[in-house]
């Protein structure tokens, strides 16, 4: 902070200096509290800074601008360095911890943000609502979906109406797949809160119950009522995501470019590029956005899915690069307490021994009966050998109420190949067919296996049309 007793024209000099690095930083306004730096330097309140901004939204709900999550944990560091006792930092580092962790895929933030957290729990251990939502959020980063909702439900029985809780319940519920609570939690939390942030969860419920036109029109008001970058950077993500699920790969490209171009560090929009690029033929320009999301995000289903982009441009040897790294990243986040079983499950049915996948994937649902589990135990077991069984989990993940009903083109596929091998091929048939209705392109892999397979059954038999029986 500058001296009282400086001159005017350093005091003027400082103002600027700091406003400059708040604008370049990216620290905007969050849910409507703060404002945008305004154009003229002699008008309106100061800019708040990277830190202040960070805080508002690990607070609120909203994402944080990555330079701005660093000096929030600086500051938040240097005060429980001087006030030990001082609760709320604790919990403030804590989950700011946590989300740097989450958004770099860096799982040794996890320890830490975990250490300051209990800490924060061990000063004040009555009714701190803030270091318990702090736990929740800290476990869904790491996929401890029952964890998460442990924490989460005692964060909300101390404040029902504090509505940053709900989106933190409505994602371990998801993750659990309880999808029934997930839609109440989210009927609460609007009757609680109006906003972008609310929208983007409303829309990530909407596409998991399989409402895709009401999840994009979310996603669309998300978007234009965000003000910070960042924030509106992740609800472009969403949306680009949701549009390739869908198909529309030229949308969804636009989504994610323009995503990271409000926010470099939008790394999850960055790898959404690179399968768009794939889907539209485009394939050096997708392995150049796969390996630079890669770089500022080193999460295993990137590396799983630039692995078999790979494969599917006959470059076995580079493929088997990114799935050695995938197996790295793996043990990296376990040593974090972060679970990574679900992809290397569906690594290893695909490219390494499917009855290990079975074998994890087992432990999984155990754990956690989602749909995205049952889909990937299925397919495990139909790449292990048994397609009977693998069936009753392809049926799960396809069931509008214990699939969550979305029903994407990846778990048609799956369904739709297991059919096949039960000579069951007027199902079979149909949900391949589907499958690349919904979208053509979902994997440079295993789109073109599904549409052989679909080529190899032809067309339904001509029956032509039953006669009646006489009376």
């Known amino acids: 902070m500058e001296n009282e007793q400086e001159g005017p024209e350093r005091q003027v000099r400082s103002v600027r200096r700091r406003?400059?690095?708040?604008?370049?930083?990216?620290c905007a306004v969050l849910g409507g509290v703060l404002v945008l730096l305004p154009r003229e330097r002699d008008a309106g309140p100061a800019a708040p800074s990277p830190g202040a901004s960070a805080m508002a939204a690990v607070g609120r709900g909203a994402p944080a601008a990555l330079p701005d999550l660093a000096v929030l944990i600086d500051e938040?560091?240097?005060?429980?360095r001087e006030r030990p006792k001082d609760a709320t930092s604790w919990a403030v580092l804590g989950a700011a911890y946590a989300e740097r962790g989450r958004r770099l895929a860096d799982p040794a933030y996890y320890p830490r943000a975990e250490k300051a957290l209990r800490t924060s729990l061990t000063v004040r251990p009555q009714r701190n609502?803030?270091?318990?939502?702090?736990?929740?959020?800290?476990?869904n980063a790491r996929r401890d979906f029952p964890a998460a909702r442990r924490?989460?439900?005692a964060a909300l029985r101390l404040e029902p109406r504090r509505w940053t809780t709900y989106p933190l319940l409505i994602e371990a519920y998801t993750g659990l797949g309880e999808y029934k609570a997930a839609q109440r939690t989210l009927d609460r939390l609007t009757g609680l809160r109006s906003g972008p942030a609310v929208r983007a969860w409303a829309a990530a419920v909407h596409r998991d119950r399989g409402r895709r036109e009401d999840a994009a029109a979310s996603l669309a008001d998300a978007a234009a009522g965000a003000r910070a970058p960042a924030e509106r950077a992740a609800y472009l993500e969403q949306a680009g995501q949701l549009a390739f699920e869908g198909g529309d790969f030229d949308v969804a490209l636009r989504h994610f470019r323009e995503a990271v171009r409000l926010d470099p560090d939008q790394w999850a929009a960055q790898a959404g590029q690179g399968r768009a690029l794939a889907a539209l033929g485009l394939s050096a320009q997708a392995l150049s956005a796969y390996r630079g999301a890669l770089a500022g995000q080193p999460r295993p289903q990137y590396a799983l899915e630039l692995g078999e982009l790979y494969e599917s441009l006959g470059m076995p040897e580079a493929a088997r690069v990114q799935y050695g790294l995938l197996r790295?990243?793996?043990?990296g986040a376990a040593a974090g307490g972060a679970d990574e079983q679900l992809v290397l499950g569906r690594f290893e049915a695909d490219h390494g021994d499917p009855k290990e996948a079975v074998r994890r994937l087992r432990a999984e649902w155990r754990r956690r009966p989602a749909g995205e589990v049952?889909?990937?135990?299925?397919?495990?077991?139909?790449?292990?050998?048994?397609?009977a069984e693998a069936l009753r989990f392809a049926l799960v993940a396809t069931d509008p109420e214990r699939g969550g009903g979305m029903c994407d083109a990846v778990s048609m596929?799956?369904?739709?190949?297991?059919?096949?091998?039960?000579?069951?091929?007027?199902?079979?048939?149909?949900?391949?067919?589907?499958?690349?209705?919904?979208?053509?392109h979902f994997s440079p892999l295993h789109a073109p296996a599904a549409r052989k397979a679909s080529q190899a059954l032809g067309e339904p038999p001509d029956?032509?049309?039953?006669?009646?029986?006489?009376p």
Not at 76 to 80: F, I, L, Q
Not at 377 to 384: D, E, Q, S, V, Y
Request: charged letters at 25%; aromatic letters at 4%; glycine letters at 10%.
């Open 19 to 26: 406003a400059l690095i708040a604008s370049v930083a990216g």
């Open 76 to 80: 938040r560091a240097e005060a429980v």
């Open 129 to 139: 609502t803030a270091a318990l939502a702090g736990l929740a959020a800290l476990s």
């Open 151 to 153: 924490w989460g439900e």
């Open 328 to 331: 790295e990243r793996v043990r």
């Open 374 to 387: 049952a889909d990937a135990l299925g397919w495990a077991l139909h790449r292990a050998g048994e397609p």
């Open 413 to 440: 596929y799956h369904r739709g190949m297991i059919e096949r091998e039960l000579k069951r091929y007027g199902a079979a048939r149909r949900h391949l067919a589907e499958a690349l209705r919904i979208n053509p």
């Open 463 to 470: 029956e032509g049309v039953p006669v009646m029986a006489r």
